[in-house]
């Protein structure tokens, strides 16, 4: 909770808190869900309407390796 004493540190933390419970309800293993997030995002063609659903947690597009194996 170090940088969560300003407006905008909430904010920033929400959103991480956000994505990772979301990826953990999805049945992803949030280190992997982010770690392919921040390979694909950099990359993303903005013109492409459905590139970013593709990366949504709940996608079937997402790689083996982002779901958790029971």
């Known amino acids: 909770w170090l940088f ?4 905008r540190g909430a904010r920033a933390s929400a959103i991480t808190y956000s994505i990772i419970e979301t990826a953990k309800e999805n049945g992803l293993n949030p280190f992997q ?7 694909k995002l950099p990359n993303l063609n903005p013109k492409d309407s459905n590139a970013l659903d593709q990366l949504l947690p709940w996608s079937d597009s997402l790689p083996p390796v982002c779901r958790v194996n029971k």
Do not use: D
């Open 33 to 39: 869900y982010l770690s392919y997030l921040f390979e």
């Open 4 to 7: 969560a004493n300003t407006p």
